[in-house]
């Protein structure tokens, strides 16, 4: 099995347990399901504009599979991802309470 390293802490890369992918899996997969719908477009779009097949955005949105963080990266941009979401992505993975914003960034 590839090791997949996630986000940076202090310099060093965590590989989350099972349960914080999970929890992360499941986070990715509303917002990227929700967005996309909500901008109209079917997985295959998405799929093209991200540089994948239709399968993996399923896989994306069903929370079977976590998008690299390239593919990450490339979601934010494709679905216009604010700060917040992609917050609240993060915190999913660190386990730390929900951060809320006092005014938009």
């Given at each position: 099995k590839r090791q997949v390293n996630w986000w940076s802490r202090g310099g060093q890369v965590k590989r989350p347990n099972q349960a914080q992918h999970k929890?992360?899996?499941l986070v990715i997969s509303g917002i990227i399901r929700?967005?996309?719908r909500t901008r109209g477009l079917s997985q295959g779009e998405l799929a093209r504009m991200l540089g994948v097949t239709?399968?993996?955005v399923?896989?994306?949105e069903s929370g079977k599979r976590v998008p690299s963080i390239p593919t990450?990266?490339?979601i934010k941009?494709?679905?216009n991802l604010s700060t917040k979401?992609?917050?609240s992505i993060i915190n999913a993975?660190?386990?730390a309470p929900e951060c809320h914003l006092q005014e938009p960034i």
């Amino acid at each position: 099995k590839r090791q997949v390293n996630w986000w940076s802490r202090g310099g060093q890369v965590k590989r989350p347990n099972q349960a914080q992918h999970k929890g992360v899996a499941l986070v990715i997969s509303g917002i990227i399901r929700e967005k996309r719908r909500t901008r109209g477009l079917s997985q295959g779009e998405l799929a093209r504009m991200l540089g994948v097949t239709p399968a993996s955005v399923s896989y994306f949105e069903s929370g079977k599979r976590v998008p690299s963080i390239p593919t990450f990266i490339k979601i934010k941009y494709a679905l216009n991802l604010s700060t917040k979401e992609c917050l609240s992505i993060i915190n999913a993975f660190s386990g730390a309470p929900e951060c809320h914003l006092q005014e938009p960034i």
